[in-house]
């Protein structure tokens, strides 16, 4: 049996997050209901014109229309070097199933999504661990980067918006960082799934895959694109690499369910609005917030510069998960503990919400920590 370490966050998430009443550790940007999403798209009808589509497989990669779509989300990416996934968690094991073998060396940011550091030590890989700080503003350091790789370095793992801090890569960074692995000839794999979401749309960095021939990007409909309960994603590289991914990906997926693929289709043609849509909520949930902690005492933060989701730093003398347990039980009020990503000094908090939802998840927190000062 292949030992593989529980997945902690995912675990949390699993076990409470349908059973409270105010879930602020929801990473993606207010969800559409199709609905919704057919009237914003202006093609209320639509569910009736593929009435008549026949619920056979789909196109195996993912239809034209999708990958053409996603293509042009990038600088010089062809269609063909794309393929669509179940989500960028799919994505993510695929580039580590045909890419990592046992004895290789990964280099992964940690804290991240477990994922990116645990399935490659499942299958044999040496983790490193290139370990971001607050004090660093949870950034990668490159000096120490050049120390972890070695001559064994199959691949560099990044996180561009970072999960959980919501920190952002620089152009400079990014360049240096694949200067680093080019050395030792090694893939660099970027998990872009918060791609798309910046606070200062002058914050916004291009993609591995755009700066770098040996760069692997995956990218997701569930963040910045507001459909996650569609379940798909996709992953980009050069055209060799891609076949290898194609090649496993028999194993595990064939196609992507039709009725999904063609809502992602009309996503990605009405992509700007959407994400204009998205990048407005967040902007003024993170104003809401950072006013709130800025008043908080027993709270701070490294804002974040992306994505939407924040990592606070809590001043209290106990765990984040005797807290976040606690919140549960006593305001019925959900985050993630920073446990779940090796700080059990912070809390993951979401705020892609609506606004209601997190002034009253904030209220209850307040009241929370008010009884423990």
Same mark, same amino acid.
């Given at each position: 049996?292949?030992?593989?370490?529980e997945?902690?966050?995912?675990?949390w998430?699993?076990?409470?997050e349908?059973?409270?009443?105010?879930?602020?550790?929801?990473?993606c940007?207010?969800?559409?209901?199709?609905? *919704?999403?057919?009237?914003?798209?202006?093609?209320?009808g639509?569910?009736e014109?593929?009435m008549?589509?026949?619920l056979?497989?789909?196109?195996i990669e993912?239809?034209p229309e999708?990958?053409?779509?996603?293509a042009?989300?990038?600088r010089?990416?062809?269609?063909g070097?794309v393929l669509?996934?179940?989500?960028?968690i799919?994505?993510?094991?695929?580039?580590?199933?045909?890419?990592?073998?046992p004895?290789?060396t990964?280099?992964?940011?940690?804290?991240?999504?477990?994922?990116l550091?645990?399935? %490659? =030590?499942s299958?044999?890989a040496?983790?490193k661990q290139?370990?971001?700080?607050p004090?660093?503003?949870?950034?990668?350091? $490159?000096?120490e980067?050049?120390?972890l790789?070695d001559?064994?370095?199959k691949?560099?793992?990044i996180?561009?918006?970072?999960?959980?801090?919501?920190?952002l890569?620089?152009?400079?960074?990014? =360049?240096?960082?694949?200067?680093?692995?080019?050395?030792?000839?090694?893939?660099?794999?970027?998990?872009?799934?918060?791609?798309?979401l910046?606070?200062? %749309?002058?914050d916004?960095?291009?993609? $591995?895959?755009?700066v770098?021939?040996?760069?692997?990007?995956t990218?997701?409909?569930? =963040? %910045?694109i507001?459909?996650?309960?569609?379940?798909?994603?996709?992953?980009?590289?050069?055209?060799?690499?891609?076949h290898?991914?194609?090649?496993?990906?028999?194993y595990?997926?064939?196609?992507?369910?039709?009725?999904?693929?063609?809502?992602?289709?009309?996503?990605?043609?009405?992509?700007?609005?959407?994400? *204009?849509?998205?990048?407005?909520?967040? =902007?003024a949930n993170?104003?809401?917030?950072?006013?709130?902690?800025?008043?908080?005492?027993?709270i701070d933060?490294?804002?974040? #510069?992306?994505?939407s989701v924040?990592?606070?730093?809590?001043?209290l003398?106990?765990?984040a998960r005797d807290?976040?347990?606690?919140l549960?039980? *006593?305001?019925?009020?959900?985050? $993630? %503990?920073?446990?779940?990503?090796?700080?059990?000094?912070?809390i993951?908090?979401?705020?892609?919400?609506?606004?209601?939802v997190? #002034?009253?998840?904030?209220?209850?927190?307040?009241?929370?920590?008010?009884?423990?000062?």
């Amino acid at each position: 049996m292949v030992k593989v370490d529980e997945f902690l966050v995912e675990r949390w998430m699993n076990e409470y997050e349908h059973d409270v009443e105010i879930n602020m550790a929801e990473t993606c940007v207010k969800p559409f209901t199709l609905r *919704e999403f057919l009237e914003f798209t202006g093609r209320p009808g639509y569910i009736e014109e593929i009435m008549d589509r026949r619920l056979t497989y789909g196109w195996i990669e993912g239809s034209p229309e999708l990958r053409e779509g996603i293509a042009g989300l990038y600088r010089d990416v062809d269609p063909g070097d794309v393929l669509v996934t179940g989500g960028a968690i799919e994505a993510n094991f695929n580039s580590f199933y045909s890419l990592v073998e046992p004895g290789d060396t990964v280099v992964s940011v940690y804290p991240t999504y477990q994922q990116l550091y645990s399935v %490659p =030590k499942s299958f044999g890989a040496k983790v490193k661990q290139l370990r971001l700080l607050p004090e660093n503003r949870w950034l990668p350091d $490159v000096e120490e980067l050049k120390t972890l790789v070695d001559r064994d370095t199959k691949m560099i793992v990044i996180n561009i918006p970072h999960n959980p801090s919501g920190s952002l890569i620089d152009v400079p960074t990014l =360049k240096a960082i694949c200067e680093v692995a080019e050395d030792v000839g090694a893939y660099v794999h970027s998990d872009e799934a918060y791609r798309g979401l910046y606070l200062d %749309p002058a914050d916004r960095v291009p993609s $591995v895959v755009d700066v770098y021939e040996k760069g692997v990007a995956t990218g997701s409909f569930s =963040k %910045p694109i507001s459909l996650t309960g569609l379940r798909l994603g996709w992953i980009i590289a050069d055209h060799e690499t891609v076949h290898h991914f194609k090649l496993r990906r028999d194993y595990t997926t064939i196609s992507k369910g039709m009725i999904d693929d063609a809502l992602g289709a009309l996503a990605i043609q009405n992509i700007d609005r959407i994400l *204009e849509r998205n990048n407005r909520i967040i =902007k003024a949930n993170h104003r809401l917030l950072d006013d709130w902690i800025n008043g908080e005492p027993l709270i701070d933060w490294v804002p974040p #510069r992306a994505g939407s989701v924040g990592f606070m730093r809590h001043h209290l003398d106990a765990t984040a998960r005797d807290i976040c347990s606690e919140l549960i039980e *006593e305001k019925s009020t959900f985050m $993630v %503990p920073g446990d779940c990503f090796g700080f059990s000094d912070h809390i993951r908090i979401g705020y892609g919400n609506d606004a209601e939802v997190l #002034r009253e998840g904030l209220d209850r927190f307040k009241s929370y920590l008010d009884g423990r000062r």
